[in-house]
């Protein structure tokens, strides 16, 4: 599925509906240039959990974790991991195979960890529809195929 943001607002309000429709386990991996949206799109994404505190991106934390929502929400930056050695450190596999919800930003630097099913989110810039204009793909994984997620 693709959908079209053109301002910040929109971005935000795209969150709110994912997060409003996540389910226990699941797993969403957030692509997009430096400066995109990321950390709007996962703020979104937590109001529609039901979370109300402040959420910040985790650059140099690697995860934030959030109880207060339906399901617990796990936050993560991969762009500072080297490798996937680093998760093993943080006990990912808790948080990936856990009740909760996981957004991992950057989700590509640690590629081989994700479990096939994930939903896939890439969020694009394309200045010759406007500054804000954003380009937000939503995918389902799994079977080495995508498909649509009905989102």
């Known amino acids: ?7 910040e607002q929109d971005t935000f309000q795209i969150g709110v509906k994912l997060g409003k429709k996540a389910l226990p386990g699941e797993i969403f991996c ?4 430096l400066g995109v949206g990321k950390t709007v799109f ?3 994404f937590a109001k529609g959990l039901g979370i109300d505190e402040p ?4 650059t140099f934390t690697i995860i934030c974790e959030y109880e207060e929502g339906r399901l617990p929400f796990y936050h993560f930056d991969a762009y500072r991991i080297a490798d996937s050695e680093e998760m093993y450190e943080l006990g990912y596999e808790g948080y990936f195979f856990g009740e909760g919800v996981c957004l991992i930003e950057w989700a590509s630097q640690i590629e081989d960890l994700l479990p096939p099913d994930c ?3 890439h969020i694009e810039k394309d200045l010759e529809k406007g500054f804000d204009y954003r380009r937000i793909t939503i995918e389902q994984t ?4 995508c498909e ?4």
Not at 30 to 33: S, Y
Request: hydrophobic content about 25%; some cysteine; aromatic content about 6%.
């Open 42 to 44: 996962a703020k979104g």
């Open 142 to 145: 799994g079977d080495g195929k």
């Open 55 to 58: 959420i910040t991106s985790p």
């Open 148 to 151: 649509n997620t009905g989102y």
């Open 30 to 33: 957030l692509e997009g240039e």
């Open 119 to 121: 939903k896939k989110i």
């Open 1 to 7: 599925m693709m959908t079209e943001s053109f301002c």
